[in-house]
T-cell receptor, first 114, second 111 residues
Framework: DGGITQSPKYLFRKEGQNVTLSCEQN?????MYWYRQDPGQGLRLIYY???????QKGDIAEGYSVSREKKESFPLTVTSAQKNPTAFYLC?????????????FGPGTRLLVL | SQQGEEDPQALSIQEGENATMNCSYK?????LQWYRQNSGRGLVHLIL?????REKHSGRLRVTLDTSKKSSSLLITASRAADTASYFC???????????FGGGTRVLVKP
């Protein structure tokens, strides 16, 4: 089956700890995105990548970092600088130009702070 | 601030009734998309309407776009309990290269 996988489903972070959320796609899509969703809210863009080894900051990039070493993978690291990391994190991908086509979403990772 | 704002924030209807939700946005767009999200899940794309289109249909879904009013509506006809979800509009700006999502409308369809 083609699609986007995210792991883990739930992640717990201790104060001062960096954690990495995984996002993998086998859709052969060029562009990938990370969004943050707070309860009862819409999605806010954290980072996006149009091509391997290239990525751009979204609207709320502070306290987050990404890498795009492979086309299939776009991991997100939530650093200790992110003071309010508790949220639902969604990864998405598109085939074609950024924003041009519909986005395919993974099932999400819920991050909680201990 | 978010580009798209949905109205109402929440909607409760009986199975078989129609559900209508609206999306307003602030700047010129290339296209507007509607997505659905079941509780605790990822989003699923429903329909895309381009700025030069006024209406599109897909099954029980009907989307309209009024660029003069910077607004769109999503109509779900003959709703089913399985339509219970949050619905989001997302806009791609004419000059931009990313999607901007609204806050969503939570729809509850009671059997």
């Amino acid at each position: 089956d083609g699609g986007i996988t995210q792991s883990p489903k739930y992640l717990f972070r201790k104060e001062g700890q960096n954690v990495t959320l995984s996002c993998e796609q086998n859709l052969n899509h060029d562009a990938m995105y990370w969004y943050r969703q707070d309860p009862g809210q819409g999605l806010r863009l954290i980072y996006y990548s149009q091509i391997v080894n290239d990525f751009q900051k979204g609207d709320i990039a502070e306290g987050y970092s990404v890498s795009r070493e492979k086309k299939e993978s776009f991991p997100l690291t939530v650093t200790s600088a992110q003071k309010n990391p508790t949220a639902f994190y969604l990864c998405a991908s598109t085939n074609g130009g950024i924003g041009e086509e519909t986005q395919y979403f993974g099932p999400g990772t819920r991050l909680l702070v201990l | 601030s978010q580009q798209g704002e949905e109205d109402p924030q929440a909607l409760s209807i009986q199975e078989g009734e129609n559900a209508t939700m609206n999306c307003s946005y602030k700047t010129s767009i290339n296209n507007l998309q509607w997505y659905r999200q079941n509780s605790g899940r990822g989003l699923v794309h429903l329909i895309l309407i381009r700025s030069n289109e006024r209406e599109k249909h897909s099954g029980r879904l009907r989307v309209t776009l009024d660029t003069s009013k910077k607004s769109s509506s999503l109509l779900i006809t003959a709703s089913r309990a399985a339509d219970t979800a949050s619905y989001f509009c997302a806009t791609r700006g004419a000059a931009g290269n990313k999607l901007t999502f609204g806050g969503g409308t939570r729809v509850l369809v009671k059997p």
